[in-house]
């Protein structure tokens, strides 16, 4: 199975009350660790890439190439989409033409009306070519390739001038932050999250900055119409820390240890091990 857009597999998690998991690739080791992972638990899946990482792995084609190739390789047979995440307008548009299957525009630096002038755009270029649309209002807190923001509460109205454009899944901002979160955070807003859901009907609503959320408020999240949970830094904080170990157990000192796929093998693991204990929270497993 090829690259798939992420409309059916949204439609049927909103349904059936649970998430699918977004993943973040950084590298290559992910983009098996992830395909890997959801196929042995039969999850459908959405890998992501950020601006930074579309630059540090070679453009939007080179990964939409490298994905579907590895898709075919490992014959993954759980559908998969690839995911522009917080993407700028032009990034968005250069992923439209690199061939991914899944595009957000992140238009919430701009005014409302602005948003919703370049949103709906985007969503007439994606509509030609079946590929589905993430917009965002209200910015997600944190750092997302060097842009800081804390954690805005969308304007539910706003929510749903925007989901009025026809796109697939909103990402609005209900306290959530990117990264880290700071022993003070108050946590997510959930009486803003059921107001936007209200807003926007059955819109599958997306949770970004899925890492460090308490489990039973991602859970309770899920319940209120979230379909779509993003999670990067735990699974970078997986990868550094087997890799670490391995270091410091001296395993790249002995015999062929030295060699990048040796020494990149157990990041790999936890990678995947991390990625099934999140796709076991969301409910997606079994789900493919």
């Known amino acids: ?31 098996r660790a992830f ?11 959405i890998l992501g890439v950020s601006g930074g990482t579309a630059k540090y792995m070679g453009g939007y084609k080179t990964i939409a190439h490298m994905v579907e190739d590895f898709i075919e390789y490992l014959q993954i047979t759980v559908p998969v989409a690839l995911h522009v995440d917080h993407g700028t307008y032009e990034e968005a ?5 690199g061939g991914f299957s899944s595009i957000m525009f992140d238009g919430s630096k701009y005014s409302i009306e602005e948003n919703v002038e370049k949103t709906k755009y985007i969503v007439g270029l994606c509509r030609e070519k079946g590929i589905t649309v993430e917009a965002e209002v209200g910015a997600i807190g944190g750092e997302e390739d060097g842009h800081i923001a804390m954690g ?15 796109v697939d899944m909103l990402a609005a901002g209900i306290g959530n932050i990117h990264g880290k979160y700071p022993a003070d955070w108050k946590g997510l807003n959930f009486d803003v999250l059921a107001a936007i859901q209200q807003e926007t009907g059955e819109l599958p609503l997306v949770l970004h900055g899925g890492s460090g959320i308490p489990d039973e408020m991602v859970k309770k999240a899920i319940t209120l119409g ?29 015999g062929k240890g030295f060699t990048p796929r040796a020494l990149l093998a ?23």
């Open 1 to 31: 199975m090829g690259l798939v857009n992420a409309k059916e597999m949204l439609t049927k998690a909103k349904a059936g009350h649970y998430a699918v998991g977004h993943f973040n690739l950084n590298n290559m080791e992910s983009v």
């Open 35 to 45: 395909l890997l992972a959801a196929e042995e638990v039969k999850s459908p899946i």
């Open 93 to 97: 548009l250069a992923a439209i033409e």
């Open 152 to 166: 805005e509460c969308a304007d539910p109205k706003e929510c749903k001038a925007i989901a009025d454009l026809g």
């Open 226 to 254: 979230v379909s779509k949970v993003n999670v990067n830094t735990e699974c970078q904080i997986a990868f550094t820390e087997a890799t670490r170990k391995y270091i410091e157990d001296g395993k790249d000192l002995t």
């Open 266 to 288: 157990p990041g790999l693991e936890a990678t995947k091990a991390k990625c099934i204990e999140k796709m076991e929270l969301f409910g997606s497993v079994g789900k493919a």
